[in-house]
């Protein structure tokens, strides 16, 4: 029996074959470090990589007035972004109930220096929408300093009404941070339209990219604080970072083989086209959930709109990580079981302490597969 992957939220698999060839093409002929040689090829890497970044900012409609960052992780974005905000300006601290741990344990650490009231944005968690006259009222008690919003969750595929969101804060210009990880490339993104400050990329996940590279694409005039110190390959005299976008946030030897890979990524994505990869994960979607809602022995939690990809079950009366090995192992089914790193969306649905069994689809996911999937149900219900 051949392993079925069905554990995109984690990183999406396969990359597109071109990914692979371009690194392995990249790694056997190229040896420069950007921005720090003078080869007669060094400029051609340069190129790939100003193009990379050009290419991430048309995927959210980022004109000029931003301007993308790498770093090896959305982790370290993250940490970046948030500890290299003013603190003594922000009190009031807006997020989701959906936020992974990069933002929740690092806001926990700020906390613990800074004075700052963190509160959630209002949620209806039987009708799985936000109230947004709880969170208007809100917003005119206590005024929003720092908005952060997850995009897509990645334990239930909950798409946020982010654009209803800004409207009712803009008045009040907070700084945004929208958590796209999950989002970009899948779910339309528009900083044209909605002046978003941050908006964070996982170059492995809905990118199709390889692991390591990772950033987020800013608005130019917030003035961040570096939060990582170092080269840059300009100004070594300075002992201050540069005040060069992006080399002030950039210190140290970018992934050059990561972003060949997803310079790549990104140029098949454009060559397939957004709109034809929702289309495709949306197809394969529902019929990943119309397999799990015909059992009665599964419990799903499902937002009955604004969903894509991602989908949360348990077993009923039995533990979710004994059911979640259970299939894994004995069917072949690449999944994952727990709390997924976001414990507050588990709040939401009621799924604490155990979390719940997740399955989540890609562009490179079949029918075939879900099939399978439904097969080892099938099996599974008649032996418990």
């Known amino acids: 029996m051949s392993n079925i992957y069905l554990d995109n939220a984690a990183t999406t698999f396969p990359k597109p074959k071109e990914v692979y060839e371009y690194m392995i093409n990249m790694y056997q002929n190229y040896g420069a470090n950007v921005g720090r040689a003078t080869t007669s090829y060094d400029q051609g890497i340069n190129s790939i990589v100003k193009e990379t970044r050009d290419m991430l900012k048309n995927l959210v409609n980022a004109k000029d007035g931003y301007e993308a960052v790498f770093t090896p992780s959305a982790t370290i974005a993250f940490n970046q972004i948030l500890w290299g905000l003013d603190w003594s300006k922000i009190n009031n601290v807006y ?29 209806e968690k039987d009708n799985w929408k936000y109230d947004f006259q709880k969170i208007e009222y809100e917003f005119e008690n206590s005024s929003p300093d720092l908005v952060i919003i997850n995009h897509v969750s990645n334990v239930f595929g909950y798409i946020s009404t982010i654009e209803e969101i800004y409207d009712l804060s803009k008045k009040y210009n907070p700084i945004y ?9 899948l779910v339309e993104l528009d900083l044209l339209r909605y002046r978003f400050d941050f908006v964070i990329f996982a170059g492995h996940k809905t990118l199709y990219g390889p692991f390591g590279i990772a950033g987020f694409i800013m608005n130019k005039n917030i003035d961040l604080k570096p939060y990582i110190y170092g080269g840059t390959g300009t100004e070594s005299m300075s002992m201050n970072m540069p005040n060069e976008l992006p080399s002030k946030y950039e210190a140290g030897s ?6 060949f890979g997803l310079y790549k990524a990104l140029k098949w994505i454009n060559e397939i086209g957004v709109k034809n990869i929702r289309k495709q994960e949306e197809i394969i979607t529902r019929e990943l959930v119309s397999v799990l809602q015909k059992y009665d022995f599964i419990q799903t939690y499902i937002p009955t709109n604004n ?12 533990p979710v990580d ?13 999944l ?49």
């Open 177 to 185: 941070i929208i958590d796209a990880c999950q989002s970009m490339a």
């Open 322 to 334: 004994i059911m979640g090995e259970c299939i894994g192992k004995n069917y072949k089914i690449t």
């Open 307 to 318: 969903h894509i990809g991602i989908v949360s079950f348990k077993i009923k009366g039995y």
């Open 336 to 384: 994952r079981y727990g709390l997924h790193c976001a414990p507050n969306a588990h709040i939401v649905s009621n799924t604490l302490p155990e979390g719940t069994i997740r399955v989540s689809t890609g562009y490179f996911t079949t029918l075939e597969d879900i099939r399978k999937l439904d097969d080892a149900l099938s099996d599974l219900e008649y032996e418990i």
């Open 254 to 259: 970018l992934n050059t083989l990561a972003i």
């Open 95 to 123: 997020i989701s109930y959906f936020e992974h741990n990069a933002v929740l344990r690092t806001l926990e650490a700020i906390k613990k220096d800074y004075d700052i009231n963190i509160k959630f944005l209002e949620f």
